[in-house]
């Protein structure tokens, strides 16, 4: 057992002496005849984490301080301290991994990209980045695979970053597309009442998408769609001279975006019927990145530093529900 080290004249001759009214263990020192208590500032910090948590969750440093009783100051000089000491991921090993991968934007220049581990409800890694980069989804692949965590699939939005990590670290793991995504943005792109007869037609077969739960129901969508395409490959070739530019450009862009979404997306849409514990969608999490922007809004005024350890405490307290062991560092 280590010798313990007295405050004032830096020995180590210090002996017991006693406890006191509260029951805590005191000590003096027999050179300089100081006595004192032995603090532990892990402990301190693991009762202040109550604070962290309550703010984490919303509470305003003024509620938290007067039900404490405790100084504004005091309460946000401990939130200052934790926010300066972010977590780090903690992966759990998982050899047959349904790995969710999404990404969620703070303003237009910050990214969280966060993956989500569907068997073990659990955030296995993140990154705080400024774009879904596809050689730092690389790394992050690989170190995971480090840690243990294996991929029996990988559901995503897509996305040529994802795509390429995808296909570098796991080519032959099934890469599950998000079927609400491309719903979502396929009927965002048609708009609700579309103007022309081919947006009208596609329409229904893009809303139909999430109801398919068999694979003969989803070969008849994929017949269905590319009779589509085949009979409206014409209109969709239209272009209209624009007298400002001088060029001529595709009349129907939106709807040749549709198409290329669903048509792209196609040879990876309908895994999860193969195989019921692949995620059809990122839905769940995108749930949780909308409770964790609810919160972080009441606390917009941090830095760009402390905003990135308030998403790692946010994600490792909140969402993931654990709890540091220790706070000595």
Request: hydrophobic fraction near 35%; glycine fraction near 6%; charge should be positive.
């Amino acid at each position: 057992m280590p010798k313990r080290k007295c405050r004032t004249c830096q020995s180590f001759k210090v002996v017991s002496w006693g406890i006191n009214k509260s029951g805590s263990q005191r000590f003096r020192c027999s050179i300089c005849g100081i006595s004192f208590t032995a603090k532990r500032k892990d402990v301190a910090k693991r009762n202040q984490f109550s604070w962290l948590k309550r703010w984490l969750f919303g509470s305003t440093i003024s509620a938290i301080a007067k039900s404490s009783r405790q100084s504004q100051e005091t309460i946000r000089r401990s939130l200052h301290w934790f926010l300066d000491h972010p977590p780090i991921p903690s992966p759990k090993p998982n050899g047959q991994c349904h790995l969710i991968i999404d990404a969620t934007w703070f303003k237009k220049d910050c990214c969280l990209l966060v993956y989500w581990d569907h068997d073990l409800q659990k955030i296995q890694w993140w990154r705080y980045t400024t774009s879904e980069n596809g050689f730092e989804i690389t790394r992050d692949l690989r170190q995971l695979k480090v840690e243990g965590i294996i991929c029996a699939s990988i559901t995503s939005d897509g996305g040529k970053g994802l795509n390429m990590a995808i296909s570098c670290v796991y080519p032959t793991t099934p890469h599950q597309r998000c079927v609400v995504h491309i719903q979502r943005y396929g009927l965002a792109w048609l708009t609700r009442n579309p103007k022309t007869i081919p947006g009208q037609q596609l329409k229904p077969l893009v809303q139909q998408l999430s109801k398919i739960k068999t694979e003969k129901q989803a070969d008849q969508w994929i017949k269905k769609v590319l009779a589509w395409e085949k009979r409206w490959s014409w209109f969709l070739k239209e272009k209209t001279y624009q007298e400002e530019t001088r060029n001529w450009w595709y009349t129907h862009k939106s709807l040749r975006k549709v198409r290329a979404l669903v048509l792209n997306a196609i040879p990876n849409l309908f895994h999860y019927l193969k195989d019921s514990k692949i995620p059809k969608t990122s839905n769940g999490l995108e749930g949780r990145f909308g409770s964790l922007k609810m919160h972080y809004r009441q606390h917009r005024g941090l830095s760009k530093k402390r905003r990135k350890a308030y998403l790692a405490w946010y994600l490792t307290v909140v969402i993931n529900g654990e709890k540091p062991t220790r706070f000595d560092h």
